[in-house]
């Protein structure tokens, strides 16, 4: 457990509206990553930061925006919400090392209508 | 992006019986992970393997990292209730990005 909250925990938007996602940690992780998970296609990451203002683009980065001020909070923005992007977000941490594991939030629930 | 194949996408079994489930790529991976997910929840980390061949356990659950690198299997033992969930792989290739299988349901029956 790497001390990581996700908030909102649930979210109803509609479509064509700005929706943004906080990831916090309390773990000084280095690594911080965005996925969303989806029927019949498991976790997929949209990006990922590996350190304050660095950050890059996953499998999934269309339509979404990412931003890390401080090392323990990452943002994702949904500029423009479409209903293609109804799903859940996870968010997960990883230490500096290059042999460790990484740790999830609880997990978003969004609804785009 | 990279394909992790996950078998089986489902098991129902009896309590107290064992079960396997594996995930192969085509790729080779550093690092292979296990979590299990319950409904509601974030995965949440089972085993973590690092090397070629490595074997670990975990209570009831033991993991090894193939030989080849392309895959990893997953087996627990002695089944109960509280198995029940999703069991996803997950695979790391240099540069820090991790793919994940799409897990596969386990049912537990008492």
């Known amino acids: 457990d790497a001390g990581i909250t996700q908030s909102p925990r649930h979210k109803v938007t509609e479509t064509g509206t700005p929706v943004t996602l906080r990831c916090h940690q309390t773990?000084?992780?280095?690594?911080m990553y965005w996925y969303r998970q989806d029927p019949g296609h498991g976790l997929r990451l949209i990006h990922y930061?590996?350190?304050?203002?660095?950050?890059d683009k996953g499998e999934v980065s269309d339509g979404y925006s990412v931003s890390r001020s401080k090392t323990e909070d990452f943002l994702l923005t949904l500029e423009s919400a479409t209903s293609s992007q109804t799903s859940v977000y996870f968010c997960?941490?990883?230490?500096?090392?290059?042999?460790?594991?990484?740790?999830f939030g609880p997990g978003t629930r969004l609804t785009v209508l | 992006g990279q394909q992790l194949n996950q078998s089986p996408q489902s098991m129902f079994i009896q309590e107290g019986e064992d079960v396997s489930m594996n995930c192969t790529s085509s790729?080779?991976?550093?690092?292979w992970l296990w979590y299990k997910q319950d409904p509601g929840e974030g995965p949440v980390l089972l085993i973590a393997?690092?090397?070629?061949?490595e074997l670990t356990s975990n209570g009831r659950l033991t993991a090894q990292f193939g030989i080849t690198r392309k895959d990893s299997f997953l087996n627990i033992s002695a089944s109960i209730p509280s198995d029940v969930g999703i069991y996803f792989c997950?695979?790391?290739?240099?540069?820090?990005?991790?793919?994940f299988g799409t897990g596969t349901s386990l049912t537990v029956i008492p």
């Open positions: 997960a941490t990883r230490t500096s090392s290059s042999s460790e594991a990484q740790y």
């Open positions: 773990e000084n992780h280095r690594y």
């Open positions: 930061s590996y350190g304050v203002k660095d950050t």
């Open positions: 790729s080779i991976f550093n690092t």
């Open positions: 393997l690092y090397k070629a061949g």
């Open positions: 997950a695979g790391q290739i240099p540069g820090n990005q991790f793919y």
